[in-house]
């Protein structure tokens, strides 16, 4: 059974920037596409950016430009590099499979928080 554990949220001011790490309990890569989504208060679950096991990425518009997802196979951990923070770009944050594939049961995500 794959756990899934996102760490790196926090508290930033708007432009600032945070790095967020999921780290697997199990070979999560063999899910061929990885991603973060992210849950902001009253609204649903969305999914801002994919990997494959390629290493091909792609992202929300919402996100371009700003986010980028990586992966580091000997860690088994998959990482969101958040740039020019917006208060829009609150929410939890978390990691699971995309792309169509099963995800595993989610993780307890972590907070990330833009705010002046």
């Known amino acids: 059974q794959v756990q899934l554990v996102e760490s790196g949220g926090g508290s930033v001011q708007p432009g600032g920037s945070l790095r967020l790490s999921c780290a697997a309990s199990?070979?999560?890569?063999?899910?061929?596409?990885m991603g973060w989504y992210r849950q902001a208060p009253g609204k649903e679950r969305e999914l801002v950016a994919t990997i494959t096991s390629g290493g091909y990425t792609n992202y929300a518009d919402s996100v371009k430009g700003r986010f980028t997802i990586s992966r580091d196979n000997a860690k088994i951990t998959v990482y969101l590099q958040m740039n020019s923070l917006k208060p829009e770009d609150t929410a939890v944050y978390y990691c699971?499979?995309?792309?169509?594939?099963?995800?595993?049961?989610w993780g307890q995500g972590t907070q990330v928080i833009v705010s002046s």
């Open positions: 199990g070979n999560i890569f063999s899910r061929n596409v």
């Open positions: 699971n499979a995309a792309g169509g594939y099963q995800p595993y049961d």
